[in-house]
């Protein structure tokens, strides 16, 4: 099904660290997106502090979502529907978001939806490249997930494989705490790589030798401990010796994504992939997984980077989608931490009709 949508939507998401809110118009026109970044508030802490993160999506909330409606030149009167992620993520920063859409719903009259968060990722590799649609292989790569999906476009993506533990995005956080690169940890690692060797260390490839299509990335995040330790711990390592360990971990890291994607298309008989999700913007697994798709006989799709990390753009697609489709959201809807992509726990049976206020 090509990615269609109701007129002006407004799309808000607040699942972890960033206050997003973007305009889509017709699901796939990007009409304005606005991005509240906490880099500097969880910097000192080596990542994201919940209450920290909550607190500030209140004190900018308001502001971020004037902006994408000053930025798209229009008002509240001037939109066709509102979405907001409703999750998986931490649930603090999800009902910042998902009361200020309710608020805005109720005072409008506006039809509104909630969204899955992974939903709204793989929605917006369809934002990104308009040739793509479904079916295809669907690979989420974040700080919170690692999963493979065959996208339908007839119903709920199914799901293939997931991470057994860490996901990759966090275990490039925790490598970076490792090697005192700072935060975020993705871009961190993948600046020191540069000046590293892949092939530096030898660290393990996950899995490399079970069937299936499940990740993990614990074990490499140890690996990485215990040469950092074998080293001397890091005071007793020069930069060079740093980049060597960050170029080393994020190759086999990669080639963990490279190994699984693969055997999902074999599996699958599809000839697309697309890659969503904060880590889709590395700029190894970009050139490695295109060179496979070239050798393989597949097309490997990447969204342009500000719409791989967590933005607004991808909720208000997705929502834009659903509200085209006859779905609408109560007020009994609440946030939900972890919840498979497909499964609607924050859509009570009570709440099903449509509210769209008086």
Known sequence: MPLTGMGHVLGIESSCDEMAAAVVAGGREICSSVVASQVEVHEPYGGVVPELASRDHVRVVSGVVEGALRQAGLGLNDLDGIAVTAGPGLVGSLLVGLSFAKALAYRSGLPWVAVHHLAGHLVAAEVGDPELSPPYIGLVVSGGHTALYRVTGEAAP???????????????????????????????????????????????????????????????????????????????????????????????????????????????????????????????????????????????????????????????????????????????????????????????PQDSEAVRGT
Do not use: H
């Open 158 to 348: 199914d799901l293939l494989g997931e991470t057994r533990d860490d996901a990759v995005g966090e275990a490039f956080d925790k490598v970076a705490k490792l090697l005192g690169l700072g935060f975020p940890g993705g871009p961190a690692v993948s600046k020191a790589a540069e000046d590293g060797d892949p092939e530096g260390v030898d660290f393990p490839r996950p899995m490399a030798k079970r069937s299936g299509l499940d990740f993990s990335y614990s074990g490499l995040k140890t690996a990485v401990a215990l040469e950092v330790q074998r080293r001397g711990g890091l005071e007793a390592m020069d930069p060079q010796a740093v980049s060597d360990v960050a170029a080393s971990f994020q190759a086999a890291a990669v080639d963990s994504l490279l190994a699984r994607t693969r055997r999902a298309v074999e599996r699958e008989g599809l000839d697309q992939v697309a890659v969503v999700g904060g880590v889709a913007a590395n700029r190894r697994l970009r050139e490695k997984m295109k060179s496979m798709g070239a050798r393989r006989g597949f097309q490997a799709i990447f969204p342009p980077a500000d719409l791989c990390t967590d933005n607004a753009v991808m909720i208000a697609a997705a929502g834009a989608r659903a509200l085209a489709q006859g779905e609408r959201d109560g007020w009994a809807v609440s946030a939900f931490s972890r919840v498979p992509v497909g499964d609607t726990p924050w859509r009570p």
